[in-house]
């Protein structure tokens, strides 16, 4: 089993920065990707980066590229999702998920973690 726990999220204001961590425990020899998602209120959940867990390779969505930055630390099983220049419309619920070696989705979440941008 893996397990996932976000941590990282809060208030603040446009223009801030926040870091989020997701620390991954039990089986985590078997991450193969791991991204960061979020769900703002009446929206649908989006994908906003993801990293490969043995090579780090990126992806970072256009609406948060240059301000969000994915990196992880393989010895501490963990992943960060460094945010700058927030705004209000980067308010949501973030989540970590986990897609392991041989499944073809995001499969494993973590609990998610509030962020919430004032203007």
């Known amino acids: 089993q893996l397990q996932l726990v976000e941590s990282g999220g809060g208030l603040v204001q446009a223009g801030d920065s926040l870091r989020l961590s997701c620390a991954a425990s039990?089986?985590?020899?078997?991450?193969?990707?791991t991204g960061w998602f979020r769900q703002a209120p009446g929206k649908e959940r989006e994908i906003v980066a993801a990293i490969s867990w043995r090579a780090a390779v990126t992806y970072s969505a256009d609406s948060v590229k240059g301000r969000f930055t994915i990196s992880r630390d393989v010895r501490k099983n963990t992943v960060y999702l460094q945010m700058n220049n927030l705004k209000p419309e980067d308010t949501a619920v973030y989540y970590c998920?986990?897609?392991?070696?041989?499944?073809?989705?995001?499969?494993?979440w973590g609990q998610g973690t509030q962020v919430t941008v004032s203007s």
């Open positions: 039990g089986r985590t020899d078997r991450i193969n990707n």
């Open positions: 998920a986990v897609r392991a070696l041989g499944r073809v989705e995001y499969d494993i």
